[in-house]
């Protein structure tokens, strides 16, 4: 069993940074690919960025292309996601999940592929 807490959010001004963490607990981190999802009320949940077990592999979204950014650190069992120049669409509670895969250069941006989840984060991007 994994569990995944996500943390880092809150309210910032338009064309300010957050950055979420996500940890994990579990002592093979590194075979899980991670994801970054978020959902805005009404909306379904989308993939904003994915990495796979050994980090070389990533995805992210075109909506934020160039503002954002994943990354993990393997030996904090963390995984983070860097958002820069956010903008108010860019509001929607964040979810991290994972999925084990003996692929290390696996990941998926699919919901549905995704085992784990955490709790959720919100973030407001507002004036």
């Known amino acids: 069993q994994v569990q995944l807490v996500e943390s880092g959010g809150g309210l910032v001004q338009p064309g300010g940074s957050l950055r979420l963490s996500c940890a994990a607990s579990?002592?093979?981190?590194?075979?899980?690919?991670m994801g970054w999802f978020r959902q805005a009320p009404g909306k379904g949940r989308e993939c904003v960025a994915a990495i796979s077990g050994r980090g070389r592999d990533t995805y992210t979204s075109d909506s934020v292309k160039g503002r954002f950014t994943i990354s993990r650190d393997n030996a904090r069992n963390t995984v983070y996601l860097q958002m820069n120049t956010l903008k108010p669409e860019d509001t929607a509670v964040y979810y991290c999940?994972?999925?084990?895969?003996?692929?290390?250069?696996?990941?998926?941006?699919?919901?549905?592929?995704?085992?784990?989840w955490g709790q959720g984060t919100q973030v407001t991007v507002s004036s």
């Open positions: 999940a994972g999925v084990h895969s003996v692929y290390g250069t696996y990941y998926s941006t699919t919901t549905s592929d995704y085992d784990y």
């Open positions: 579990g002592r093979t981190f590194s075979s899980f690919a």
